[in-house]
């Protein structure tokens, strides 16, 4: 426990150092169309999570995923996190709050949680899948969730993008697939979906999102996630962060890169 309690104030961190500065009040909350709800009462504003976080703050409680537990603390004091319950789980790799819900990636599936008491979330339903790699955004009434077939776990996985009517939180139900080739994070930017592919930025038209359509692809190699903050994209990859700004077509234009040493 001592070493999450570390992790946890770690977190806590970084949020508070990357925060947006165009906060609302501090007390308020600010959601994105691209990432996880993420707001505690400090001054300081929001942050937006990625796809493949382990990580979100919503409704001032911290939520931590590792591949077998789910973990919950309170943020009412940012800096005197308080733990309030775990639940035991099975190949869990990403997390990602939206509103009252918590989704967790898993290898097998997408859990849905209702976090309508944050101190105890309820799991109400999963949609499955073939064994997979899974990261998993939600956008509206549509979760959008990559599989692929790229690890030692998920060696007998699928290259696919999926994507969930999650209306019904209680019966999620698939209302496309599309194949890719080795798919990891994503991100969404109104009726633009952006997916970390192999080595390139695949962006997919979802504004019918039973039909996505591809409408071009951004070289990156060894992209692996997506951030989408605003109209601007942040794309991690295993060169460096790749900052872009979207334009209104949904074209991404570069504005800087920091490359590793």
């Given amino acids: 426990m001592k070493n999450i309690n570390l992790y946890i104030i770690s977190i806590i961190a970084l949020f508070t150092f990357s925060c947006n500065q165009d906060a609302t009040s501090p007390s308020s909350s600010t959601s ?14 929001t942050g937006t999570s990625g796809s493949t976080a382990r990580f979100t ?12 537990v789910l973990y919950v603390y309170s943020l009412e004091k940012p800096d005197q996190p308080v733990f309030q319950s775990q639940q035991n789980l099975f190949g869990v790799e990403t997390i990602f709050s939206l509103e009252n819900n918590l989704y967790l990636g898993t290898q097998t599936g997408v859990l ?11 799991r ?20 959008f969730s990559t599989l692929r077939n790229s690890s030692d776990q998920c060696r007998r996985g699928i290259n ?18 599309v194949n890719l080739d080795g798919p990891i994070g994503l991100g969404i930017h109104n009726q633009y979906l952006y997916v970390c592919d192999n080595d ?25 996630d997506i951030i989408v903050n605003g109209q601007t994209l942040i794309a991690v990859s295993n060169q460096g962060i790749h900052q872009y700004s979207i334009e209104q077509s949904g074209q991404l234009s570069s504005l800087s890169t920091i490359l590793k040493d």
């Avoid at 169309?33 to 001054?43: A, F, K, L, Q, T």
């Avoid at 999963?126 to 549509?142: K, L």
């Avoid at 962006?203 to 992209?223: E, K, M, W, Y």
């Fill in 32 to 45: 994105t169309n691209s990432g996880s709800e993420v707001s505690i009462n400090n001054p300081n504003g």
């Fill in 57 to 68: 703050i919503a409704k001032n409680h911290l939520y931590i995923a590792t591949e077998d």
């Fill in 112 to 122: 849905i949680f209702d976090i309508t008491n944050p101190n105890s979330p309820n």
């Fill in 124 to 143: 109400i339903s999963t949609y499955r899948h073939i064994t997979s790699c899974d990261p998993v955004i939600v956008q509206g009434d549509f979760a």
């Fill in 160 to 177: 696919c993008l999926d994507v969930i009517n999650v209306a019904d939180k209680s019966n999620p139900r698939q209302v496309a697939r």
């Fill in 200 to 224: 390139y930025i695949k962006q997919f038209d979802v504004s019918d999102p039973s039909n996505p359509t591809l409408i071009r692809s951004n070289g990156l190699p060894g992209c692996f």
